[in-house]
């Protein structure tokens, strides 16, 4: 089992609907919670960050986790065209000193279409 | 924001040589970069941790002697596929964290644009 799992998609959905993306995990000494957007050929960038449970809110994207059930998610409310991209989720446990390693989910694939 | 570059962009080498990828912070010092390596529609999966001034540390499975890891200066760390094959093709992505106090919290790392090697 993968410590971090979400559906690859690819998920297609209308300009204008609210898009839910999701992950599960296994370890549950996950602390720190993130969002990356991946366009195609470039870099992740990171979107949304939440240290332990409950929501975060910036402009049209919602980020919830629920350390409860291991399942953390994210919405896009008004989705645009501009946000079809791969969307990963990472996570990391709290590290005494150093960075913390990100593991990242396999990435859903989301298009919005016009 | 902060800025990550990385060179080549792409990189197409004949199996046997080997290829340095550069991994270059901008605009911030990092005492921490993380090389990642991504197969077509899969995750990021972490290869090694470099640190500045000392030996990186390498995931399970990822053979040190093949990619060879220098982070000699605060905003520079390069990796070198060693004797490349054909198996070796992917998407090597890099990332930094800021180290500058009271900026960049603890979890933030930023990502460079990937560089795509090609092992023919």
């Known amino acids: 089992q993968k410590e971090v799992e979400q559906d690859p998609g690819p998920l297609s959905v209308p300009e204008g609907a609210i898009v839910s993306l999701n992950c599960t995990y296994s370890?549950?000494?996950?602390?720190?919670f993130m969002w990356y957007r991946q366009y195609s050929r470039k870099g992740p960038e990171l979107l949304m960050y939440?240290?332990?449970?409950g929501n975060k809110e910036d402009g049209r994207f919602t980020a919830q986790v629920d350390k409860s059930s291991k399942y953390i998610s994210l919405f896009i409310r008004d989705s645009q065209p501009s946000d079809s991209a791969t969307y990963l989720c990472?996570?990391?446990?709290?590290?005494?000193?150093?960075?913390?390693?990100?593991?990242f989910g396999q990435g859903t694939r989301l298009t919005i279409n016009p | 924001g902060a800025v990550v570059s990385q060179h080549p962009s792409r990189v197409i080498c004949k199996s046997g040589t080997s290829v340095k990828i550069e991994c270059r912070s901008l605009?911030?010092?990092?005492?921490?970069m993380f090389w990642y390596r991504q197969f077509p529609k899969q995750s990021l999966m972490l290869m090694a941790t470099?640190?500045?001034?000392?030996?990186?540390?390498?995931e399970q499975g990822v053979e040190k002697d093949k990619f060879l890891i220098n982070h000699a200066s605060l905003t520079l760390s390069t990796l070198t596929v060693t004797s490349a094959h054909p198996e070796d093709s992917s998407f090597y992505i890099c990332?930094?964290?800021?180290?500058?106090?009271?900026?960049?919290?603890?979890?933030?790392?930023?990502f460079g644009p990937g560089t795509r090697l090609t092992v023919t």
């Open positions: 990332s930094a964290r800021d180290i500058t106090p009271g900026k960049g919290a603890s979890y933030e790392q930023y």
């Open positions: 370890n549950s000494a996950f602390q720190y």
């Open positions: 939440t240290y332990s449970s």
């Open positions: 990472a996570m990391s446990e709290i590290l005494i000193q150093g960075a913390q390693k990100l593991v």
């Open positions: 605009d911030f010092q990092a005492t921490t």
């Open positions: 470099s640190n500045e001034g000392s030996k990186a540390t390498y």
